[in-house]
């Protein structure tokens, strides 16, 4: 079988897929018609999950070429594309555009949402409490850095919930309008992206280029993409959105540095099944006072993942913390834990990281 035989084959499927697909979103468009009497939320992840999951058990049964990873990656963009039928919302998010922040918040809405860029992580959380917008994208852990403290005050002080948590891989890429690496003069990035990429810099002679420092680097691929003999270090959607061609996808000097973005909004979520819970606890000020919380967690055997602590930020050194568990507030034990002890609930929700 000749090549013009095989794309022949290619452009048949693809017309049975577009039939499909065209049927999917009839359907869609009806749920969503259901959803907006009630105003029920649309974006369900774990109801995703469970879709995700199925497909990728019929795709092993048989024997196809698609796993987990090719399905889930499709199918994202189905979801994305399916929820903007059923209703538009906006998606709030650290912003400029261009940003990492944009990048995850794409990774779960797709390139059809509408998007709405905040200048700051506060506000990102006042444009959700406020109803400005339905759901919100920020960043709050990094694997290298640590937690965002502004994230958690944030959390602490808003009435909105985690409801979906995402992990991605933060890559810097190199990105200019010159071809020949050698006639770069000019290199634009900020300060902690420069400072993270600097044995790719050193490997290819761009330490003696002058550094231009910006206040993001999505700011400097849009410099970048006027500057013939410029370039930037910024995320691949920057290079994108300016329309400034990569040379160098992947420069970091960290190849595992990963950042947790949560999706906040105004609904609790489905349990999955595996499922993590944030929530606000405060002990009092005596001896044993957080071994005696973190023991009724054992007691009850859940599993802790992550606490931290905050400044009160009054006129005491008094802390409160951040504890991320196991589980879901609809089980009993949970929710009784919760309860008893008077902590704030943040959400429950689907666990990606």
């Known amino acids: 079988m000749n090549l013009s035989e095989l794309r022949k084959q290619i452009d048949s499927i693809d017309n049975e897929i577009i039939k499909l697909l065209n049927k999917r979103m009839e359907i869609v468009k009806k749920v969503g018609e259901l959803k907006n009497t009630t105003n029920a939320p649309i974006y369900r992840p774990e109801r995703e999950k469970e879709i995700i999951e199925r497909l990728t058990e019929i795709s092993k049964k048989e024997g196809g070429v698609l796993g987990k990873e090719e399905i889930e990656a499709i199918f994202l963009e189905i979801f994305a594309i399916s929820r903007a039928l059923e209703r538009k919302e906006r998606i709030a998010f650290l912003g400029p555009v261009g940003t990492y922040t944009h990048q995850a918040a794409e990774a779960r809405f797709g390139a059809t949402a509408k998007y709405l860029p905040v200048i700051n992580i506060e506000g990102v959380f006042k444009t959700v409490a406020n109803k400005e917008a339905k759901y919100g994208v920020v960043p709050i852990e990094n694997n290298t850095e640590g937690?965002?403290?502004?994230?958690?005050?944030?959390?602490?002080?808003?009435?909105?919930?985690?409801?979906?948590?995402?992990?991605?891989?933060?890559?810097?890429?190199?990105?200019?309008?010159?071809?020949?690496?050698?006639?770069?003069?000019?290199?634009?990035?900020?300060?902690?992206?420069?400072?993270?990429?600097?044995?790719?810099?050193?490997?290819?002679?761009?330490?003696?280029?002058?550094?231009?420092?910006?206040?993001?680097?999505?700011?400097?691929?849009?410099?970048?993409?006027?500057?013939?003999?410029?370039?930037?270090?910024?995320?691949?959607i920057a290079a994108?959105?300016?329309?400034?061609?990569?040379?160098?996808?992947?420069?970091?000097?960290?190849?595992?540095?990963?950042?947790?973005?949560?999706?906040?909004?105004?609904?609790?979520?489905?349990?999955?099944?595996?499922?993590?819970?944030?929530?606000?606890?405060?002990?009092?000020?005596?001896?044993?006072?957080?071994?005696?919380?973190?023991?009724?967690?054992?007691?009850?055997?859940?599993?802790?993942?992550?606490?931290?602590?905050?400044?009160?930020?009054?006129?005491?050194?008094?802390?409160?913390?951040?504890?991320?568990?196991?589980?879901?507030?609809?089980?009993?034990?949970?929710?009784?834990?919760?309860?008893?002890?008077?902590?704030?609930?943040?959400?429950?929700?689907?666990?990606?990281?």
Not at 207 to 217: D, G, H, R
Not at 276 to 288: F, L, N, Q, R
């Open 147 to 236: 937690v965002v403290g502004i994230t958690l005050d944030s959390l602490k002080k808003y009435d909105v919930k985690i409801v979906a948590e995402v992990c991605m891989e933060i890559h810097h890429s190199f990105a200019s309008l010159c071809e020949d690496v050698s006639k770069i003069k000019r290199i634009y990035s900020h300060p902690q992206g420069y400072n993270q990429c600097l044995g790719f810099l050193e490997n290819y002679g761009l330490l003696e280029a002058e550094f231009i420092p910006t206040k993001s680097t999505a700011e400097a691929a849009k410099i970048a993409s006027k500057d013939p003999e410029g370039g930037a270090i910024c995320s691949k």
């Open 240 to 353: 994108k959105l300016y329309n400034v061609p990569l040379l160098f996808e992947k420069i970091e000097d960290n190849k595992a540095n990963r950042t947790r973005f949560i999706i906040i909004s105004d609904f609790k979520t489905n349990p999955s099944g595996e499922d993590k819970t944030s929530v606000i606890a405060k002990t009092s000020h005596k001896s044993g006072a957080l071994f005696d919380l973190l023991k009724k967690f054992k007691e009850r055997d859940i599993n802790l993942l992550k606490i931290e602590s905050r400044p009160m930020k009054d006129d005491t050194f008094n802390t409160w913390f951040y504890i991320d568990f196991e589980g879901h507030i609809d089980e009993p034990e949970i929710k009784e834990l919760i309860e008893k002890e008077n902590m704030i609930w943040l959400g429950s929700y689907l666990r990606d990281c």
